[in-house]
């Protein structure tokens, strides 16, 4: 018990890289690893985890803002499945960007929802779960890396969110510029 609360509070270090706001080379994989230690209460019960991981170069960017785009997609992934089934993680790298997925057997997103779930403030959870704020500020990280996330889904069979990076790139405007991502979900 005592090794999984040290192991616990390390990931959270990790994950949150206290006072590292800086733009610097990171292990994705081991900032996927860390942030799924700390979500897996919300995994463990709800589905089978499966790693298909290729290989990645190290990634210039904010370590902590990433890992709380992992966050929310492994979080979101977890809420759309409601008996049990699977979380597929994937990544893979090409022409000077790496890529990672998140895959859920979920119940899917409703065609007419695609276009918004980017919006700040839009969710289709119930009413208490979720601020609707999670894939609005996921895409605005996103988006301050030169990135994308994009999404499929079709209802009753699941959802992959598609993260892809530049492994390096030239800095760009600051987070919140209002954007909403639309363009990202088609």
């Known amino acids: 018990g005592l090794e999984r609360v040290r192991k616990i509070v390390s990931d959270l ?3 949150s ?3 590292e706001s800086e733009w610097q080379w990171a292990d994705l994989h081991q900032g996927l690893e860390s942030t799924l230690n700390i979500v897996w209460n919300e995994i463990k ?3 089978e985890l499966v790693r298909e991981y290729g290989d990645l170069p190290k990634v210039y960017c904010i370590p902590s803002q990433i890992n709380q785009v992992f966050m ?3 979080t979101n992934a977890a809420q759309a499945i409601s008996e049990y089934g699977r979380i597929v993680l994937r990544s893979g ?3 000077g960007n790496v890529w990672l997925e998140v ?3 979920g119940s899917g997103i409703a065609p007419e929802n695609l276009e918004r779930i980017f919006d700040p403030f839009f969710t289709t959870k119930p009413v208490g779960t979720g601020t609707g704020l999670g894939l609005s500020l ?3 990280i996103v988006k301050n890396h030169n990135g994308s996330l994009k999404v499929t889904s079709q209802p009753g069979r699941g959802t992959i969110f598609r993260l892809t990076l530049p492994v390096q790139h030239t800095l760009q ?5 209002g954007t909403t991502g639309n363009s990202e979900a088609s």
């Open 13 to 15: 270090k990790g994950f």
């Open 17 to 19: 890289r206290v006072g």
């Open 45 to 47: 019960y709800k589905a």
């Open 72 to 74: 929310n997609l492994l």
């Open 93 to 95: 790298s090409n022409s």
């Open 103 to 105: 895959e859920d057997s």
């Open 138 to 140: 996921s895409w605005g």
């Open 173 to 177: 405007s600051s987070i919140g510029t």
